[in-house]
C-alpha cells in the first residue's frame, strides 16, 4: 500500500476542510519546530557586579530608550533660557516719563496762557495740584503710576518750576536711552537702577528734584531682554531632535570575558533578553507570524486551483513532503555550517524542491515554494547570531531555486534534469560571486576555491536528488510525471510488446490514435504526452481475444460471422473492463486506467445493435452500450472520439479531404447528441479546433500518391 492510499482511508474518514486543516496544521508545526532553534535567543545566567565568564555580543540592534531619553533631555538642558531683546521697551519708558512731565507742566505752567490764568493756577493749593496730576495719569497712563511712585515724588516735581522740570527731564530721558540700549536682564534691573541713580545723584539739581528725577529714572529702568518660554521650548525640542537614537549594534560587545558587569552593562543586558532571569518571547511570535504567513499562500493558491478536493489535498500533502524535505536538508547544512566551516551554507541544493514540484505539480507552485525557501534560508544561515536575517543567502537561494525552475524546459527525460543542474551550478556560482563583488569582499584563494565547489555541488546535488526522489513520489502519490509518461511510452514495456505480439492490428491502430489525440490535445492546451501514451495502452483489453477484433483478422474469417449479436456485444463490450482490470493489475497509473475504461463511455455497438433488431425488433437499445463511465476528462473525450475517427477512415479505400472533414463533423456530432461529452469540460470552441486538427493530420496521412509506372 502506498502514502495514497493511506491518505485515501484518512479521507474517508475526514472532511476536505477538517483533512486540509489538520496538514496545514502539521505543516506549520514542523516549520516551526526546524526554524525554532534559529530564532531561539541565546540567554546567559549573569549577576550584577559579577565577572563575565565569556564575551557576548549583541544579537540584534536595538534603541536603548532609556539612555537616548537621558541624552535627549541632557541637551534640552544645555540649551538653557532664550531671551528675546525688545528695542521697542527703550521708547515706551522714555514716552511714560516724557508723559508725567507733560503732566506736571500742564498743571504747574502752561505756554502761552494770560497771566490771570497763570496767577490762577498757582493760587492752587499743592493738594489740589497733587490730586488732579494723580488723576489725570490715571487716566491716561496704562501703568498704574500713581502707586508705584510715591506721593512726594510728585510733590517736588509740581513744587518745581518749569525750566527745572525741563532739565530734570532731559537728564532722566539721556540716561533711560542710554542704559536701555543694552539688554537688560530680570535679574540685572536692580543693578541697572542703581547705575542711573549714580548717574543722575551727579547733576546740578536742586535736592529734592534730584531725588525725584532718581526715582523717575529708576521706575523708568525695566527689562527688555524677556524670557522667551515659546521659543526656548522649540530649541530645546530641536536640540532633543538634533540627538541620534543611542543604540546597541548587532553584533557590538556588551561585555568581555573578564570583564565587570556594572549597572550600565547589566542593563543592555536586559534590553536585550539575553538574561536566563529575564528572557524574552518576541522571537517565538515573530516566528509563530511568519510560519502563517509562509502557509497562507499554499493554502490559498490550491484553494482557488481548479483541481478536485481530492488532487487539491494530494498536491498540498506532495507541497508539504517536498518543503520539510528540503527544510531539513537547510537545517543539516547549517548545522555544520556553525561547526566553523565558513560559507558552506552555498552547498545547499536550493533548486531542488522547485525542480521537483515543477516536475510533479506545475511552475506556479515551483515558484511560490521558492520564494518561501528563500525566506527560510534567511533565517537558517544566519551570520551566527540568533535572530538575525542573512539577506545574502536569501537572494542565492531564489535564484538557484528560479535557475532550476527555468532551465528545466524539457521534463520529459531524466538527463534534461541532470543538464539543469549544471546550469543550475553556473548560476549558482555567479551569484555568489556578484555578492562577493557587490560586499567589496576579500577572500583568500582557498576560499574561492571553496565557493566554486560548493556552487557546483549545490546543483549537481539539485539535480541528482530530484532524479532519486521523483521515483518514490510518482509511486507513493500516483503522480504521473512527464518522466514516468515517457517510460511507459517505451516500446519495450511489457504491456507494450504484448499488444505487438498478439494483436499487431491493435497496436497499429493505437499509434495512430495517438497521433490523433496528441495533436488535438496540444492544439487546444490539454496534455498531449498523456493523451499519446494513454492511446498506446487504451485497446489493452482486445489482447485477452484479439482476433474478435477487425483490425487483427488477418487473412482469416470475422469469428462474429457465427455468434449471436448478444455474444459479440459482450465480446466487444468487455474489451474495455478488461483492459482496466489489467492495467490496474500492472499498477499502471490511474490516469492511464482511466482511459482504458472511459474511451468508449456508453456509446451504442450500432452495428451488433441493429443486427439484433433484425432477430428481434424489441431488443433493448441500452443492453448494446458501453458501461462507461462517460469521459471525465477532455484527454479522454479527444481520445475518445480520435479512437471512432480513425476507425472509421480507415475503413475507406481513398478518402478525400472532404469526405475526411464530413465524417470528422458527423462523429463529434453524434458524441453530442448522445450526451458523450456532457460530463468533461470541452468546449463548442474546442470542438472546433479538434475537428480541424483531425482533418490536418489525417489529411496528411491519407495523402494522395503518384502512381508510378512499372
Given at each position: 500500500m502506498n502514502i495514497q492510499d493511506y491518505i485515501g482511508k484518512i479521507r474517508t474518514l475526514l472532511s476536505y476542510k477538517v483533512f486540509t486543516i489538520i496538514a496545514l496544521l502539521l505543516l506549520s508545526l514542523l516549520i516551526y519546530g526546524l526554524l525554532y532553534y534559529d530564532v531561539k535567543p541565546q540567554t546567559y545566567n549573569m549577576e550584577l557586579f559579577s565577572i563575565a565568564d565569556k564575551t557576548v555580543r549583541s544579537p540584534k540592534t536595538v534603541e536603548d530608550e532609556a539612555k537616548t531619553n537621558e541624552e535627549r533631555q541632557k541637551a534640552a538642558d544645555e540649551v538653557g533660557r532664550v531671551y528675546s531683546f525688545k528695542k521697542e521697551t527703550v521708547q515706551n519708558r522714555v514716552s511714560l516719563i516724557n508723559s508725567i512731565f507733560d503732566f506736571v507742566n500742564e498743571i504747574n505752567y502752561e505756554p502761552g496762557i494770560q497771566e490771570k490764568t497763570k496767577e490762577k493756577a498757582e493760587k492752587k493749593s499743592e493738594a489740589e495740584k497733587l490730586q488732579i496730576l494723580k488723576a489725570d495719569l490715571s487716566k491716561n497712563v496704562n501703568?498704574?503710576?500713581?502707586?508705584?511712585?510715591?506721593?512726594?515724588?510728585?510733590?517736588?516735581?509740581?513744587?518745581?518750576?518749569?525750566?527745572?522740570?525741563?532739565?530734570?527731564?532731559?537728564?532722566?530721558?539721556?540716561?533711560?536711552?542710554?542704559?536701555?540700549?543694552?539688554?537688560?536682564?530680570?535679574?540685572?534691573v536692580s543693578q541697572t537702577r542703581l547705575k542711573i541713580a549714580d548717574k543722575i545723584n551727579q547733576s546740578n539739581l536742586g535736592r529734592d528734584l534730584r531725588e525725584a528725577a532718581v526715582e523717575l529714572g529708576k521706575y523708568a529702568i525695566v527689562p527688555n531682554d524677556i524670557y522667551d518660554s515659546g521659543l526656548t521650548e522649540a530649541r530645546q525640542k530641536q536640540a532633543m531632535e538634533n540627538v541620534e537614537p543611542v543604540k546597541i549594534l548587532q553584533g557590538q560587545i556588551i561585555v568581555q570575558e573578564g570583564h565587570l558587569i556594572d549597572r550600565e552593562i547589566y542593563h543592555q543586558l536586559q534590553l536585550l533578553g539575553l538574561l536566563k532571569s529575564n528572557p524574552t518571547g518576541k522571537p517565538y511570535y515573530g516566528l509563530a507570524l511568519f510560519v502563517l504567513m509562509m502557509i497562507a499562500p499554499i493554502y490559498i493558491y490550491i484553494k482557488n486551483s481548479s483541481h478536485s478536493e481530492d488532487k487539491k489535498q494530494t498536491y498540498l500533502i506532495i507541497i508539504s513532503f517536498i518543503f520539510i524535505i528540503s527544510l531539513l536538508l537547510m537545517r543539516i547544512v547549517g548545522s555544520i555550517e556553525n561547526a566553523n566551516i565558513p560559507n558552506l551554507g552555498y552547498i545547499f541544493p536550493a533548486a531542488m524542491a522547485p525542480m521537483l514540484i515543477r516536475i510533479m505539480l506545475n511552475e506556479r507552485f515551483a515558484f511560490i515554494v521558492t520564494i518561501l525557501l528563500a525566506a527560510c534560508g534567511s533565517i537558517v544561515?544566519?551570520?551566527?547570531?540568533?535572530?538575525?536575517?542573512?539577506?545574502?543567502?536569501?537572494?542565492?537561494?531564489?535564484?538557484?531555486?528560479?535557475?532550476?525552475?527555468?532551465?528545466?524546459?524539457?521534463?520529459n527525460r531524466r538527463s534534461n534534469i541532470l543538464q539543469a543542474g549544471l546550469f543550475v551550478s553556473v548560476i549558482n556560482l555567479m551569484m555568489i560571486f556578484s555578492l562577493i563583488l557587490l560586499g567589496n569582499g576579500q577572500f583568500s584563494k582557498l576560499e574561492y576555491i571553496y565557493f566554486v565547489i560548493f556552487a557546483l555541488a549545490s546543483g549537481l546535488l539539485s539535480a541528482i536528488l530530484t532524479i532519486g526522489l521523483v521515483p518514490f513520489f510518482e509511486a507513493g502519490f500516483g503522480i504521473l510525471s512527464t518522466i514516468k509518461l515517457i517510460e511507459l511510452s517505451n516500446p519495450n514495456h511489457p504491456l507494450l510488446k504484448k499488444i505487438l505480439t498478439?494483436?499487431?492490428?491493435?497496436?497499429?491502430?493505437?499509434?495512430?490514435?495517438a497521433n490523433l489525440a496528441e495533436a488535438a490535445c496540444e492544439a487546444i492546451g490539454a496534455n498531449g504526452l498523456l493523451a499519446r501514451v494513454g492511446c498506446y495502452y487504451h485497446d489493452i483489453g482486445k489482447t485477452k481475444r484479439p482476433h474478435f477484433f477487425i483490425e487483427n483478422q488477418l487473412n482469416i474469417e470475422n469469428p462474429h460471422n457465427h455468434l449471436s449479436p448478444e455474444v459479440s456485444r459482450d465480446i466487444i463490450i468487455a474489451h474495455a473492463?478488461?483492459?482496466?482490470?489489467?492495467?490496474?493489475?500492472?499498477?499502471?497509473?490511474?490516469?492511464?486506467?482511466?482511459?482504458?475504461?472511459?474511451?468508449?463511455?456508453?456509446?451504442?455497438?450500432?452495428?451488433?445493435y441493429v443486427k439484433a433488431m433484425e432477430e428481434d425488433p424489441n431488443v433493448e437499445k441500452e443492453t448494446f452500450r458501453y458501461p462507461g463511465p462517460k469521459p471525465q476528462t477532455k484527454e479522454i473525450a479527444i481520445i475518445s472520439i480520435a479512437d471512432s475517427v480513425e476507425a472509421a477512415v480507415r475503413s475507406m479505400s481513398h478518402p478525400s479531404p472532404e469526405q475526411i472533414k464530413e465524417i470528422i463533423h458527423n462523429i463529434v456530432q453524434d458524441r453530442l447528441q448522445d450526451g458523450q461529452l456532457n460530463e468533461c469540460d470541452l468546449t463548442l470552441k474546442e470542438l472546433e479546433v479538434i475537428k480541424k486538427t483531425f482533418c490536418e493530420t489525417l489529411n496528411g496521412i491519407f495523402h494522395s500518391r503518384i502512381e508510378y509506372p512499372e
Open positions: 501703568e498704574d503710576v500713581t502707586k508705584k511712585i510715591p506721593d512726594d515724588i510728585f510733590y517736588s516735581l509740581l513744587k518745581s518750576n518749569h525750566y527745572d522740570l525741563e532739565q530734570a527731564r532731559s537728564i532722566v530721558i539721556e540716561q533711560v536711552e542710554s542704559l536701555m540700549s543694552d539688554k537688560i536682564r530680570e535679574d540685572q544561515f544566519r551570520d551566527e547570531l540568533a535572530g538575525t536575517i542573512n539577506i545574502e543567502m536569501a537572494v542565492y537561494i531564489l535564484f538557484s531555486g528560479t535557475a532550476g525552475i527555468l532551465f528545466l524546459t524539457n521534463r498478439e494483436a499487431p492490428g491493435t497496436y497499429h491502430h493505437s499509434i495512430m490514435v473492463v478488461d483492459g482496466a482490470k489489467m492495467l490496474r493489475k500492472h499498477k499502471m497509473p490511474k490516469e492511464i486506467v482511466d482511459i482504458a475504461e472511459q474511451h468508449h463511455g456508453t456509446t451504442l455497438l450500432k452495428y451488433f
